[in-house]
C-alpha cells in the first residue's frame, strides 16, 4: 500500500472494521470480525464499542451482532448531497459561462474555508488560481462569502471570531466591516470580491441552498478587470442570482 505520511493504527483499525461489512455479510460478532482483521478478541471489542458509542455501529439486541450504524447513512447524505448539488449544476455553470464569458466556479463550505468543486472557464478568461479540489479563503472571495454570509449565526460568528490575513490591499479584515458586508450579501442576494484575494481579479458569487435552506454551495463568475468592469456588474449580478436560485430550485429549495 502506498504511504501517505504518519498514520494512526487505532484510527485505521477502525475504519477497517467498517470495510468488514458488506451487502452480503450486514452482521458480524466479534469473533467473526477478529477472525477477518487478525486481531484479539479483546482489541477488537474495544475498537467495536468505540465505534457503537459513536454511532458508527449499532448493535442488534438479539443476536448481538453489529451492523453498520445510521451516523454513516448520515454522512453518506453529506456527500451524496455535495455530489448531488454538481450534478443539477453542470448545465447551467456552463450556461453562465457562456453569456458571461467568464470563468465560472462551483464551491462548498468545508472547516473553515471553501473548497471548489467544478469550474468552467470561458475562452478568454482563465482564471488559475482556482483548481477543482483546492481550497481558499472564505472571507476574502465572492464564492466563500456567498456562503459565509447565510451560515447559521453561531457558525458565522465563530469563523468571524478568528484572525484574517489580508490577502491584498483590498481584503476585509477588520471584523464589524465584514460584518457590515456579510449583511449588504444577504441583503442583495449576492457578494462581490473587488480584488480581494488577488489583485487584477474580480468575482460575483451567489448562495446556492437545499430544501431546508441551508447554504450547501455557492457559484460566482470570475474574471480581470477588465473582463469584469463595474459597467458589467450589474448584469452579471442579475445573472448569477437566477442561475443559483435555479440550482437551489433543483435542490429542493423553494
Known amino acids: 500500500m502506498k504511504e501517505h505520511g504518519v498514520t494512526i493504527q487505532s484510527v485505521e483499525r477502525a475504519l477497517r472494521?467498517?470495510?468488514?461489512?458488506?451487502?452480503?455479510?450486514?452482521?458480524?460478532?466479534?469473533?467473526?470480525?477478529?477472525?477477518?482483521?487478525?486481531?484479539?478478541?479483546?482489541?477488537?471489542?474495544?475498537?467495536?464499542?468505540?465505534?457503537?458509542?459513536?454511532?458508527y455501529l449499532e448493535q442488534n439486541p438479539d443476536s448481538k451482532k453489529y451492523c453498520l450504524g445510521l451516523k454513516l447513512f448520515e454522512m453518506g447524505n453529506i456527500v451524496q448531497r455535495r455530489m448531488d448539488v454538481r450534478t443539477a449544476a453542470g448545465s447551467y455553470l456552463r450556461q453562465l459561462s457562456e453569456e458571461t464569458r467568464l470563468t465560472v466556479h462551483m464551491a462548498v463550505y468545508r472547516d473553515g474555508q471553501v473548497i471548489y468543486i467544478d469550474k468552467v472557464d470561458a475562452p478568454d478568461s482563465r482564471i488559475v488560481y482556482s483548481q477543482?479540489?483546492?481550497?481558499?479563503?472564505?472571507?476574502?472571495t465572492g464564492i466563500g462569502k456567498a456562503i459565509l454570509a447565510w451560515?447559521?449565526?453561531?457558525?458565522?460568528?465563530?469563523?468571524?471570531?478568528?484572525?484574517?490575513?489580508a490577502?491584498?490591499?483590498?481584503?476585509?479584515?477588520?471584523?464589524?466591516?465584514l460584518e457590515?458586508?456579510?449583511a449588504e450579501i444577504r441583503k442583495n442576494g449576492y457578494s462581490m470580491d473587488r480584488e480581494e484575494l488577488e489583485i487584477g481579479l474580480r468575482c460575483v458569487g451567489a448562495p446556492v441552498f437545499d430544501a431546508g435552506g441551508h447554504p450547501i454551495a455557492a457559484i460566482s463568475a470570475s474574471g480581470t478587470v477588465g473582463n469584469l468592469s463595474e459597467d458589467r456588474e450589474k448584469n452579471i449580478q442579475k445573472k448569477i442570482c437566477e442561475i443559483a436560485l435555479a440550482i437551489s430550485a433543483k435542490m429542493g429549495y423553494k
Open 167 to 177: 490577502m491584498t490591499p483590498h481584503t476585509i479584515v477588520e471584523r464589524a466591516a
Open 132 to 140: 477543482v479540489g483546492k481550497v481558499a479563503p472564505i472571507y476574502c
Open 17 to 55: 472494521i467498517l470495510d468488514c461489512f458488506t451487502g452480503k455479510e450486514q452482521e458480524l460478532g466479534i469473533t467473526e470480525i477478529a477472525g477477518r482483521m487478525g486481531l484479539g478478541k479483546s482489541t477488537v471489542y474495544g475498537l467495536v464499542n468505540t465505534l457503537l458509542v459513536t454511532g
Open 180 to 182: 457590515a458586508e456579510l
Open 151 to 165: 451560515l447559521p449565526e453561531k457558525e458565522r460568528q465563530w469563523l468571524l471570531s478568528g484572525e484574517r490575513a
